[in-house]
């Protein structure tokens, strides 16, 4: 027996250990979740101040929706469409932020299953190596026994043996050590697709949410500037009944509704909201024997006799009252052909906005119906300081007259 001996399992052991490794080092997607980096101190507070900026924006749209467009001051009218703007931009703001959020979630998730098809690929190529080099190991140990160190014709000719079969186990043991560094890129690559994978579905139900709040804000704005817009109508119609009467007064709410109905038109515009489809507006074109005249106002019959007493009891408690009332709507059709264009759709359904200038729809006052007066005293509209519409508010409602509340001179059978 040679004083040098090496056990036989040598020359198989690397082999064992290749095809072990196959065995033992399977990728799995069980690896620990890799975590977000948590936010800065800072980085939370500036979440929190934009969190509270849009509970602030948003409460403050809901209150400016709730505003009566037809009865709140034109300064009211515009605060309102402005939180209300401010609202959507706002909105729409984070909805972009969210979409390039979800856009940068995917192509993590892209660069992830990338990685993870590279790493497997890599796998299976070394693995198909190390099945070959185990095999190899067998062949060439059954075929070339003069390999064996137990065979050696001298110690240097067993150390040499010895030698070269060490190299061939390292060379093998660095295929183990690779396939073990591989496999764990996989793991890695599989478990970062996941996590990606994850976070693109929740960045992407972020993007559904933030998109039905937009649509909401939206629709919010969209009903309140169709309120303005009607109130527009009301007032330029307003506006017309005062000319007559007043017409510094009636200038100062044409320029006022001017301003409103540029503001109305960059929302529809913005809508880009069909105007097809839609359905004609019903009003009243009272003359002839139902209008009649009460003490110098025109106004239909059915309210003659109330205003008769009214202004008996206002003189009787010294206060002149004078006005205009009735005004045919033949005028404001006319008006409207040249402002808004001669289609039946342009004269009685686009928005008082569209025309330029801005021109009320025919219908739009309660003058039109005979149901309306702008009271005068003295020559001059009724003013909040005055006495005359200080008696009115004490005593008008008792004859069925109501007070619009943004105009002291305007005072109807319903408050339009």
Avoid at 15 to 39: D, K
Avoid at 64 to 78: M, R
Wanted: net charge positive; glycine share 6%; hydrophobic share 40%.
């Amino acid at each position: 027996m040679h004083r040098f001996s090496c056990s036989r399992p040598t020359r198989w052991v690397a082999a064992a250990l290749a095809v072990g490794t196959l065995a033992v080092f399977t990728p799995s997607a069980s690896a620990a979740t890799t975590r977000s980096r948590p936010l800065s101190a800072e980085e939370q507070r500036i979440r929190q101040l934009e969190s509270q900026r849009n509970r602030v924006r948003a409460n403050k749209a809901k209150a400016a929706a709730k505003v009566n467009a037809l009865k709140a001051t034109d300064k009211q009218i515009q605060a309102a469409l402005a939180d209300l703007s401010d609202h959507v931009a706002s909105t729409t703001a984070r909805l972009e932020d969210a979409q390039r959020a979800a856009d940068a979630a995917d192509a993590e998730v892209a660069t992830a299953r990338d990685a993870e098809a590279r790493a497997e690929a890599e796998l299976a190529s070394l693995r198909d190596r190390m099945r070959q080099q185990a095999v190899d190991v067998f062949v060439r140990a059954s075929r070339e026994d003069s390999w064996s160190i137990y065979s050696a014709s001298s110690a240097t000719d067993a150390a040499n043996r010895k030698t070269l079969l060490e190299f061939r186990s390292e060379l093998n043991l660095d295929s183990v050590e690779n396939y073990r560094t591989v496999r764990e890129a996989l793991a890695s690559a599989r478990q970062k697709a996941i996590t990606a994978a994850d976070r693109a579905k929740r960045r992407r139900s972020a993007v559904s949410d933030r998109l039905q709040e937009l649509k909401g804000a939206e629709a919010e704005q969209q009903r309140f500037a169709t309120q303005v817009d009607d109130r527009i109508d009301a007032s330029l119609a307003e506006a017309e009944s005062l000319a007559g009467i007043d017409k510094a007064l009636s200038d100062q709410i044409i320029s006022r509704q001017g301003a409103l109905a540029q503001r109305v038109a960059a929302i529809n515009r913005s809508k880009k909201a069909s105007t097809s489809g839609g359905t004609a507006r019903v009003f009243s074109t009272s003359g002839g024997s139902g209008i009649v005249t009460v003490q110098g106002i025109r106004v239909a019959s059915s309210i003659a006799s109330q205003l008769d007493a009214l202004l008996n009891a206002a003189r009787a408690a010294g206060i002149e009252l004078s006005g205009g009332g009735y005004r045919d709507p033949a005028g404001q059709i006319a008006v409207r052909r040249s402002n808004c264009g001669s289609s039946n759709y342009a004269i009685y359904q686009a928005p008082a906005s569209s025309c330029r200038p801005p021109t009320a729809r025919p219908g739009s006052s309660m003058h039109e119906q005979g149901l309306a007066i702008d009271f005068t005293s003295g020559g001059r509209t009724l003013t909040r300081g005055s006495a005359a519409f200080a008696w009115m508010r004490a005593n008008a409602g008792s004859y069925g007259f109501r007070n619009l509340p943004s105009e002291p001179w305007h005072w109807s059978t319903n408050g339009n």
